[in-house]
């Protein structure tokens, strides 16, 4: 597995600013948390799912790729780090 966190550059108050992903070998998603501006946040895995948030239909590109939008800051992220994001999903 793969753990990533994405920081979205825009001005977009319905959109999230935070992107916290867990990938699987193939870079698919297997849950993801998303934080908006206001502290809202959604959630997807296979089994449960909050907000507007979903699983990608299709794999997550190379962070380099993702970086070479100037909107997308990307970093891989540690196991540790994404289960903190993942179990304060409910309430924060």
Not at 22 to 30: A, G, H, Q, T, Y
Not at 54 to 67: D, F, M, N, R, Y
Request: with cysteine.
């Amino acid at each position: 597995m793969k753990y990533i966190c994405v920081k979205w550059n825009h001005s977009f108050p319905d959109e999230p600013i935070w992107l916290y992903s867990e990938l699987d070998d193939d870079r698919w998603e297997v849950r993801k948390v998303e934080v908006y501006g206001d502290s809202r946040q959604g959630y997807a895995s296979e089994t449960e799912y909050y907000g507007s948030t979903g699983l990608g239909e299709v794999p997550v590109p190379p962070l380099t790729e993702i970086a070479s939008d100037p909107e997308f800051e990307p970093a891989e992220i540690t196991k540790e780090e994404f289960e903190e994001v993942w179990a304060r999903r409910k309430t924060g």
